[in-house]
């Protein structure tokens, strides 16, 4: 079984310029995540999707941030403008719903770096 | 707001060690309490996880104790070995919303 995919695995952008990451969940995934880990904390929530409808982006700053998943499969955060604060790893993950535990399966990532 | 707290923020063990990592709740609505492994450019992977109704869980090396009076929670590497090193998450889940995740603990096993 292919696990959540992301792209791209590293970005390094000036401040103020945009930026958009990917990600792929796992086949027959409802429900994905999207977090933002500094380095040195744990994972953040950013938002989560139930299929192509939103369930929480209370901690997404809505200013600069924006994310949309398209037929409730792939999913795009994007960033416009950047702030140096927003460098970190922006982990992407998925859940089957239904499942007894909510164990979530996380991608990679994608470290950014904002200059 | 901090929901789960958790300490030490890092740990040296020797191989063999157990090392022990706690993490402590304020949301009681949380009836789901994983520990993600998370080794460097990876993503985080569940390694166990406890219902509150248990006050203990067992997985090969790893046990998990839980005091649901004290809201805590402690994950127990028994055995240590060198490929243990990595950052380990205790998080809570009310099973609505999103895992709320611990600081972190980075492990070192020394050989």
């Known amino acids: 079984e292919a696990g959540v995919a992301q792209s791209p695995r590293y970005k390094i952008i000036e401040k103020r310029q945009s930026v958009a990451f990917w990600c792929n969940p796992i086949?027959?995934?409802?429900?994905l995540y999207w977090y933002q880990q500094i380095l040195g904390q744990g994972p953040k929530l950013l938002i989560q999707f139930q299929n192509n409808g939103v369930v929480d982006d209370s901690q997404l700053p809505k200013d600069r941030f924006s994310a949309e998943r398209l037929k409730g499969v792939d999913s795009t955060l994007k960033i416009q403008p950047a702030k140096l604060e927003d460098s970190a790893v922006y982990l992407c993950?998925?859940?089957?719903?239904?499942?007894?535990?909510?164990?979530?399966?996380f991608g990679p990532g994608t470290r950014l770096t904002v200059l | 707001q901090q929901q789960v707290k958790q300490s030490p923020q890092s740990l040296i063990v020797q191989k063999g060690g157990i090392p022990i990592i706690n993490c402590a709740y304020e949301?009681?609505?949380?009836?789901?309490f994983p520990w993600y492994q998370q080794f460097p450019g990876k993503g985080p992977a569940l390694l166990i996880a406890?219902?509150?109704?248990?006050s203990e869980k067992k997985e090969g090396r790893f046990t998990i104790s839980f005091n649901k009076s004290a809201k805590q929670f402690s994950l127990h590497i028994m055995d240590s070995q060198p490929g243990d090193s990595a950052t380990y998450f205790c998080g809570g889940d009310t099973g609505r919303r999103a895992l709320t995740f611990g600081s972190g603990t980075r492990l070192q096993v020394q050989p």
């Open positions: 406890i219902r509150p109704d248990v």
């Open positions: 086949s027959g995934h409802a429900t």
């Open positions: 949301n009681t609505a949380f009836d789901y």
């Open positions: 993950a998925s859940t089957l719903q239904g499942s007894s535990y909510n164990e979530q399966f």
